[in-house]
């Protein structure tokens, strides 16, 4: 099992842009995908983006295409987002997860083994 502690949520303004990183510890870091989930309140749980183990893929939700840019560190156990462009509707609990197998690049929920605690990410119109 993996933990996963995520930072960088806060509130932002409408257009700005904000940095979330996720540590990771305790299996082989750098032989499984990464993803990155959000809720909103009294929504579900949702895909935002997903990278594989060496970066070469990196599948986003159509919501953050063009304006969320997920990257990492396999040195640094680390998987960053970056989001620019915010808009109020990207308010939400942001969530890093590790995928369940190596070398597979997913991006639904069960596929996932590992979550962290979630960040907040408020941006204000």
């Known amino acids: 099992q993996v933990q996963l502690v995520e930072s960088g949520g806060g509130l932002v303004q409408a257009g700005g842009s904000l940095g979330l990183s996720c540590a990771a510890s305790?299996?082989?870091?750098?032989?499984?995908?990464m993803g990155w989930f959000r809720q909103a309140p009294g929504k579900e749980r949702e895909f935002v983006a997903a990278?594989?183990?060496?970066?070469?893929?990196?599948p986003y939700a159509d919501s953050v295409k063009g304006r969320f840019t997920i990257s990492r560190d396999n040195a640094k156990n680390t998987v960053y987002l970056q989001m620019n462009s915010l808009k109020p509707e990207d308010t939400a609990v942001y969530y890093c997860?590790?995928?369940?197998?190596?070398?597979?690049?997913?991006?639904?929920?069960?596929?996932?083994?590992?979550w962290g605690q979630g960040t907040q990410v408020t941006v204000s119109s």
């Open positions: 990278i594989s183990w060496t970066g070469g893929n990196t």
């Open positions: 997860a590790g995928g369940k197998l190596p070398f597979r690049v997913v991006t639904t929920e069960n596929e996932y083994a590992s």
């Open positions: 305790g299996r082989s870091f750098a032989i499984y995908t």
